[in-house]
């Protein structure tokens, strides 16, 4: 037998019946006014159409209603009890019948079955039979911005408020700070820790940018919900209020995480910025910080960058961005859809080859037009006014805010699947994003996140595979290996072709990576080939202190601000309903929040 039911979901009340769309509703109230069908029967209680042509039509399944009456009771309660009792008296009919006298509105609760709905509905004394609708606390997770359809992160948020999910585990932002105080977050910021060396920095926030990053990551308010909206926060302050930060400061960071990542629950960690000086990751520092985190079971997440000219290739030469262990973002433009058929890679989203050799960005998300958290007071605000869309919000565009939406993307799948590895979680992104045919090739990577399909893996692939055979026992002594990257260079030299068993079609098979998408015209061999590892890479020239003199090493890293890339938000539309609701089995409110439309009572 079949339960009919609705939620309440972000203070709009969403039927969860399969024909009930707004189109069948309007047919439906026209069709009863004007000519019932066969074996309708009208009521003298008001009833909403939608649940008396369901109950008419299901007079076998059940539905939980509150009925009101007028008149006289009995010694059980109040007439519309007494009505509840009488009709169900000899057929209950599986249903429970009368569950509850409701006093103040002269009314029960009930459960019924649709053909007594339909008797009860024309009783003497019965006033109104309305939906026994779920409610939840006035607020509630919903965005009106098309990004968090378009990377499938809305997948994740029902079962947040049906609390089917478990705990996400810790994000933490490497940033510029997080104002804790905002509702945003609801208390879910465990920790701040303060490392910047630099002069100039307010407590809390004062740039703005950790706070938009974390709202996007894992805000909660209603309007404005992240991708991972119950993920608790933890801000490592490493910028000052104009956003800069030292290399030192930004490894004291990661220095951090790596000691607190089991104390905290830290299994994901946003890098929203990069180097100033072109890096590789034989020497790096800071390159060798986030893989120690990536090897000890962090997720390490990076914005590309946001120096890309006219879409054209610009390469990746900045550390943590470069390495090729972590999550490298780049920013997708939507183009004002859902689908991704005509998505393109924002202008200014770097992308191309590292200095090593390495393609870059594996994946994008949305960046831009994005809506988010800032202190009122920040620079960020000081310097962007136009750019303010409601007290305490904004709108910016760049990979910086890409990166985000990934990162809660990861601390979904965590819940999800809580003994991934970094390296399954980066498989699972990849093997399932979609593909963007109108893209530049290597500007989007294998194409854009689907969160929601990711989660839906069980065994997804190794895409680090060919780089973890270069792992070794740390010299230092800890518990994490190392990347060896003077033998991983001696292979590369030796053979363009050493990581095809990992990368190419015969590890991630033809369907999901053939030629035509993502396979060979991106992890092939031609990607390690003369092109990439060529002398011009290789040679004394390359290395020499033209490019890696003190000249090039700045003592600062700077965050990937918004470039002034600015218009409308990409906000939800009738389409983007319809796209959301098909692709990932969500009922869409005209709020933005979303109910689950493949859920059963229990």
Do not use: C
């Given at each position: 037998?079949?339960?009919?039911?609705?939620?309440?979901?972000?203070?709009?009340?969403?039927?969860?019946?399969?024909?009930?769309?707004?189109?069948?509703?309007?047919?439906?109230?026209?069709a009863?006014?004007?000519?019932?069908?066969?074996?309708?029967?009208?009521?003298?209680?008001?009833?909403?159409?939608?649940?008396?042509?369901?109950?008419?039509?299901?007079?076998?399944?059940?539905?939980?209603?509150?009925v009101?009456?007028?008149?006289?009771?009995?010694?059980?309660?109040?007439?519309?009890?007494?009505?509840?009792?009488?009709?169900t008296?000899?057929?209950?009919?599986?249903?429970?019948?009368?569950?509850?006298?409701?006093?103040?509105?002269?009314?029960?609760?009930?459960?019924?079955?649709?053909?007594?709905?339909?008797?009860?509905?024309?009783?003497?004394?019965?006033?109104?039979?309305?939906?026994?609708?779920?409610?939840?606390?006035?607020?509630?997770?919903?965005?009106?911005?098309?990004?968090?359809?378009?990377?499938?992160?809305?997948?994740?948020?029902?079962?947040?408020?049906?609390?089917?999910?478990?705990q996400?585990?810790?994000?933490?932002?490497?940033?510029?700070?997080?104002?804790?105080t905002?509702?945003?977050?609801g208390?879910?910021?465990?920790?701040?820790?303060?490392?910047?060396?630099?002069p100039g920095?307010?407590?809390?926030?004062g740039?703005?940018?950790?706070?938009?990053?974390?709202?996007?990551?894992?805000?909660?308010?209603?309007?404005?919900?992240?991708?991972?909206?119950?993920?608790?926060?933890?801000?490592l302050?490493?910028?000052?209020?104009?956003?800069?930060?030292?290399?030192?400061?930004?490894?004291?960071?990661?220095?951090?995480?790596?000691?607190?990542?089991?104390?905290?629950?830290?299994r994901?960690?946003?890098?929203?910025?990069?180097?100033?000086a072109?890096?590789?990751?034989?020497?790096?520092?800071?390159?060798?910080?986030?893989?120690?985190?990536?090897?000890?079971?962090?997720?390490?997440?990076?914005?590309?960058?946001?120096?890309?000219?006219?879409?054209?290739?610009?390469?990746?030469?900045?550390?943590?961005?470069?390495?090729?262990?972590?999550?490298?973002?780049?920013?997708?433009?939507?183009?004002?859809?859902?689908?991704?058929?005509?998505?393109?890679?924002?202008?200014?989203?770097?992308?191309?080859?590292?200095?090593?050799?390495?393609?870059?960005?594996?994946?994008?998300?949305?960046?831009?037009?994005?809506?988010?958290?800032?202190?009122?007071?920040?620079?960020?605000v000081?310097?962007?006014?136009?750019?303010?869309?409601?007290?305490?919000?904004?709108?910016?565009?760049?990979?910086?805010?890409?990166?985000?939406?990934?990162?809660?993307?990861?601390?979904?799948?965590?819940?999800?699947?809580?003994?991934?590895?970094?390296?399954?979680?980066?498989?699972?992104?990849?093997?399932?994003?979609?593909?963007?045919?109108?893209?530049?090739?290597?500007?989007?990577?294998v194409g854009?996140?689907?969160?929601?399909?990711?989660?839906?893996?069980?065994?997804?692939?190794?895409?680090?595979?060919?780089?973890?055979?270069?792992?070794?026992?740390?010299?230092?002594?800890?518990?994490?290996?190392?990347?060896?990257?003077?033998?991983?260079?001696?292979?590369?030299?030796?053979?363009?072709?050493?990581?095809?068993?990992?990368?190419?079609a015969?590890?991630?098979?033809?369907?999901?990576?053939?030629?035509?998408?993502?396979?060979?015209?991106?992890?092939?061999?031609?990607?390690?080939?003369?092109?990439?590892?060529?002398?011009?890479?290789?040679?004394?020239?390359?290395?020499?202190?033209?490019?890696?003199g003190?000249?090039?090493?700045?003592?600062?890293a700077?965050?990937?601000?918004?470039?002034?890339?600015?218009?409308?938000?990409?906000?939800?539309?009738?389409?983007?309903?319809?796209?959301?609701?098909?692709?990932?089995g969500?009922?869409?409110?005209?709020?933005?929040?979303?109910?689950d439309?493949?859920?059963?009572?229990?």
């Amino acid at each position: 037998m079949r339960r009919l039911h609705i939620t309440r979901v972000g203070g709009t009340t969403t039927w969860l019946l399969a024909a009930l769309v707004a189109l069948a509703t309007a047919a439906l109230i026209a069709a009863s006014a004007a000519a019932p069908s066969a074996g309708a029967t009208s009521s003298s209680a008001y009833v909403p159409a939608p649940l008396l042509a369901q109950a008419q039509i299901n007079p076998s399944a059940i539905f939980e209603v509150i009925v009101q009456g007028s008149g006289p009771g009995n010694s059980s309660g109040n007439a519309a009890g007494a009505a509840i009792t009488a009709e169900t008296a000899s057929d209950h009919g599986n249903a429970i019948g009368l569950k509850r006298q409701l006093a103040t509105i002269s009314g029960a609760s009930a459960e019924l079955t649709g053909k007594q709905l339909v008797k009860l509905a024309r009783m003497p004394g019965v006033t109104a039979i309305t939906p026994d609708a779920r409610i939840q606390a006035t607020g509630g997770l919903s965005n009106t911005q098309q990004w968090p359809f378009a990377s499938g992160v809305v997948k994740g948020w029902p079962s947040v408020t049906n609390g089917k999910l478990a705990q996400p585990p810790t994000i933490a932002v490497v940033d510029s700070g997080v104002d804790a105080t905002r509702a945003d977050f609801g208390g879910r910021v465990v920790k701040q820790v303060t490392l910047t060396a630099l002069p100039g920095n307010s407590a809390g926030d004062g740039r703005g940018h950790g706070t938009f990053v974390a709202g996007i990551a894992a805000g909660s308010a209603t309007g404005y919900t992240g991708a991972a909206p119950s993920a608790k926060i933890l801000s490592l302050d490493v910028m000052d209020d104009q956003g800069m930060a030292l290399t030192s400061d930004v490894i004291a960071a990661a220095d951090w995480i790596y000691q607190n990542r089991v104390a905290y629950n830290i299994r994901i960690a946003n890098f929203s910025l990069h180097s100033t000086a072109p890096a590789s990751v034989f020497w790096d520092p800071l390159d060798r910080a986030v893989e120690k985190l990536w090897f000890s079971g962090v997720v390490v997440v990076t914005a590309a960058g946001n120096y890309g000219v006219d879409g054209q290739p610009s390469g990746i030469p900045y550390a943590p961005g470069n390495d090729p262990f972590v999550i490298t973002v780049g920013a997708n433009d939507i183009d004002g859809s859902v689908s991704p058929k005509d998505d393109l890679a924002a202008p200014w989203s770097a992308y191309g080859y590292t200095i090593d050799g390495f393609a870059k960005p594996e994946m994008v998300a949305p960046g831009r037009f994005m809506v988010g958290p800032v202190p009122t007071t920040s620079t960020l605000v000081q310097e962007r006014p136009t750019s303010v869309t409601a007290p305490g919000y904004m709108q910016l565009s760049g990979t910086s805010f890409a990166a985000p939406v990934v990162s809660g993307a990861a601390a979904y799948l965590l819940a999800v699947h809580p003994a991934w590895s970094p390296d399954q979680v980066k498989g699972a992104l990849m093997l399932t994003a979609k593909a963007l045919p109108s893209a530049r090739p290597l500007s989007v990577g294998v194409g854009e996140i689907d969160a929601g399909k990711a989660a839906d893996l069980t065994s997804p692939p190794n895409p680090n595979g060919a780089l973890n055979r270069f792992l070794i026992p740390d010299p230092n002594g800890s518990s994490t290996p190392v990347f060896d990257a003077a033998s991983w260079g001696s292979a590369a030299q030796t053979d363009a072709s050493w990581g095809a068993a990992s990368w190419g079609a015969a590890s991630w098979g033809a369907a999901s990576w053939g030629s035509a998408s993502r396979g060979s015209t991106y992890w092939s061999a031609a990607s390690w080939g003369s092109a990439s590892w060529g002398s011009a890479s290789w040679t004394d020239a390359s290395w020499g202190a033209a490019s890696w003199g003190a000249a090039s090493w700045g003592a600062s890293a700077v965050a990937d601000n918004a470039d002034g890339e600015f218009g409308q938000p990409e906000l939800l539309d009738p389409l983007a309903e319809l796209e959301a609701e098909a692709e990932l089995g969500l009922s869409v409110n005209p709020d933005g929040s979303v109910s689950d439309s493949t859920a059963t009572t229990p």
